[in-house]
């Protein structure tokens, strides 16, 4: 392996959504040195890779800011930031209008404006919102990309990060970068919990595989603070597919309903765990499986499905082809996935500033990785991406180089080098996966106990959590693939440790199924005023309760 | 899910390999393309759509409904074409113009 050293002004971990609109933003206000280190292809990489079929988060016509804020709060149950809400909710529309230069389709009336889909959504087609944003990205001046490099370490002294980490997937290469500032845009993480097709299509889920909490295990391992990774998110999804269902629900107005064909979904509200909960009642009481009412829709409707379904879950449209049976004939089958962290859906992730600055010094957060605010979706992730990149130009002036440390470099070298020469463990990477995967279904509140958990579970689960974890020293890598596998799930190992201590200290259940606690299976009061937050010292997560109003720590 | 590419009809550009999002697809000895990792597919088609030569089909797998039917894009000007090959040899087509939004 061959080690090469890098340098720049802004570093950017992750050119996904977030990524790649804060490189637009860095370059054009500013003449700093901007570096996007990607896993994948920025062109088709994250969440962004098959497309999105419309633009969660927009103040529509008559709504403002404030009104997106309050509904996030309350989606939330009270337990996210209004700062960080509204400071997205102000540039929502100008992204969107920016998106729409670059080239994005988005549907008008007849005078020109946005059409939009409930409240918040505008309707669009974002088969091809990826390439055209790193096609952005690449353009722009002073931006340079490398593509498959996967960063395994942040360089943090004393509570300042310099630089980072990496090893080519496709070379021999161990990168030392140097930066002045660092964007961490990792986005969630996937693939914490058994999925719910664990056979040949484990990879069918709703967020990316390949989003394996990179950025939250780098952060939590240098000490940063960490909000509420207790709010796991569970998607309801079309059956098998895992396709999203809003566009049945919003789109044609499908319903919820059980096989008695009743509609289930006023009985238990429509907050987004509400939704995830009702099904999962109706299937637990016998009532199940659950559907979305689409029989009786016309041919027409049918037609503009099977589209807008290619435009961004082309499985579900292969899967009705395939079976013949159209869903104007064939309610559509939903279900809860297995729970993700993402805190551009519920408000898990770096405790963030307003300026989008981490608790580490110059390292900033945007999209998926950055806690407190929920419903972000890809505009918040815009906007974030652009606050951030706002911050770091200002907080590079500040700051000044760091030489990498010889010792830290030959430590992680040799790291490297020893999973790829390492030939001691009877257990491949895919396995202790796997175990990882049913520890955390059957003890951490998975699909299988109903996304339940009790606190004897919870500790179990941590116990296991470790005990794998120590296994994974030993693993052994044939290639560079195969070491990315070996990192990814070493952070998914510290994101469950995470969630675990997470899901204990909330003492309450504030939302079904993302955090069911049946030691404490109603909403407390007190609860409702704190946020739980954590830091990794001394080889354990502390736990931190702040207050939601001044955000000071109750201990 | 996942996909299989058509060895004959692979020129080895090498598009396919550099747009996966889990850089599932690799090169054989003679710069053909194949993946590597079948059941890690995420099933977002990236590949397809870059596939100069169409040699890229897609499937969903047994366990999550498949019955055989491949899937495959053809790109014409604003035009994608999202093709079915039913297994009896019937095959269905749906253009989308990608200048225009969903309707939903
Ligand atoms: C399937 C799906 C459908 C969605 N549909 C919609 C929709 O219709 N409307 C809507 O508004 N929102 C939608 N969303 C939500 C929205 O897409 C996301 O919230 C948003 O794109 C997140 O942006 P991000 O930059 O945080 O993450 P991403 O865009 O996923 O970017 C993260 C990037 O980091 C890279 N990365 C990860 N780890 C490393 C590492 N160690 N080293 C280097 N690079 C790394 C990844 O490869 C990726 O490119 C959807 C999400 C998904 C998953
Ligand atoms: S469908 Fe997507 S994840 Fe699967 S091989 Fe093709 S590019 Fe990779
Ligand atoms: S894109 Fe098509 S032609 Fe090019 S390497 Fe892949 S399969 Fe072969």
Redesign the interface.
Known sequence: MRTEYITTDILIIGGGTAGCYAAITASENSDKKILICE???I????CL??GV??LNAYITEGRTPQDYADYCLKDADGIAREDLLLSISERLNDVTRRLEELGL???KNENGRY?T?GNRNI??????IKPLLAGAAKRAENVTVI??INIFDLDVKDNTVYGAYGFG??NDVFYVIRAAAVIIATGGAAGLYKPN?P???????WY???NTGAGYAMGIMHGAEMTTFEMRFIALRCK??IAPTG?LA???GAKQINILGDVYEQKYGISTSERVYGTVCENHEGRGPCFLQTRGITDEQDK?????Y??MA??Q???W???KRMPSEENVEIEGTEPYIVGGHTASGFWIDNDRQTTINGLFAAGDVAGGAPQKYVTGALAEGEIAALSTIAYCGKNSFHEADPGSVKEHFDELERHLSETVSPYRTEELEEAMQTIMDNYAGGIRSNYRYNSAGLDIADLRITELTELTEALHADDM?ELMYIYELRERLIVCKSVIAHLKARKETRWHSFAENTDHPEKSEGFGRLFVNSVYENGRIKIILRRIDDREAVI | MSISIDRDRCIGCGKCHDVCPGTLIKKDEQGKAYIKYPRYCWGCTSCLKECPVYAIRFYLGADIGGKGVLMHTERHGDILDWIFEHPDGKVEKIPINTKESNRY
């Open positions: 896993k994948a292809d062109r088709r990489s994250g890779a098959a079929n419309a389709v988005i549907l059409v889909r309707k669009i087609n974002g088969e091809n593509d498959h997937i496709e097709n056979g040949f299509s484990q990879h069918k889920m990316p595989p390949f098998n597919t566009t919003q789109g044609v503009s499905l099977l589209k807008a290619l435009n082309p499985s449209t292969l899967k082809i395939e079976s693939q």
